[in-house]
């Protein structure tokens, strides 16, 4: 486990939380050795609250061999509803973004660091929330299962919460946006802002905020090579 992260010890507060918590905390010790392995046990995870309300598990997709693996925070609303990562508005302006910067899609894998959308209901809408610290520890198993399973050579993490994952402490992503960070196994992090940041920026700016994303990105090319 990556230095900075520990496991959340979430107290359930019904037997049945309890029970799932169990089954969750069993199948964790499993040894993952493929994606649809790792589906079904994030499907089963109840590890912290999120895993209650979420409609499912959503995993990372994309070449399964790929070289460069990008990591966002967790699932939106409608990658909760259809199980796939990176299909909601700020995954289209990923993919935007990818092309513009020459990196091709096919090449890529594409996750999150949370496997289970959080949010807060506001009428019948579900308003995104950020994952906790420790929220984001208790996922950690599951992303170092995906990155065992894939063997990717660098990562770009996308905002703050990737960047605490991939790193195992705090990034501040202002300051190191474009830049590359070394894990402590030697692999590299390319670090930028979640696409989500420019579609709720400023509209008068959002071109100039594109082309800067797209300039960090550029430079995960390299990883390509």
Not at 63 to 85: F, T
Request: hydrophobic fraction near 45%.
């Amino acid at each position: 486990m990556a230095r900075g992260l520990r496991p959340h010890l979430w107290r359930p507060r019904h037997r049945g939380q309890r029970l799932a918590r169990t089954a969750a905390m069993t199948s964790a010790v499993v040894e993952i050795t493929s994606l649809d392995a790792l589906k079904a046990a994030t499907m089963r995870c109840r590890e912290c609250p999120i895993g209650f309300i979420a409609t499912q598990s959503v995993i990372g997709e994309g070449n399964p061999r790929a070289k460069l693996m990008l990591v966002g925070e967790q699932p939106g609303d409608q990658e909760d509803k259809l199980g796939h990562p990176f299909i909601g508005p700020a995954g289209k302006l990923l993919a935007r973004a990818l092309e513009a910067a020459g990196v091709p899609a096919e090449k890529v894998f594409v996750s999150n660091a949370v496997k289970h959308f959080k949010y807060e209901l506001r009428g019948k809408r579900r308003i995104h929330k950020t994952p906790t610290q420790r929220e984001v520890a208790a996922c950690h198993h599951w992303l170092d299962d995906e990155i065992a399973i894939v063997k990717p050579q660098a990562f770009v993490a996308l905002g703050s919460t990737a960047a605490l994952s991939l790193m195992g402490y705090k990034v501040g992503v202002m300051a190191e946006r474009g830049k590359w960070l070394e894990r402590e196994d030697g692999r590299k992090v390319l670090v930028t802002l979640h696409p989500s940041a420019l579609l709720r920026g400023d509209p008068q700016d959002r071109d100039a905020a594109f082309a800067a994303f797209v300039q960090d990105l550029s430079k995960a090319k390299k990883a390509l090579a």
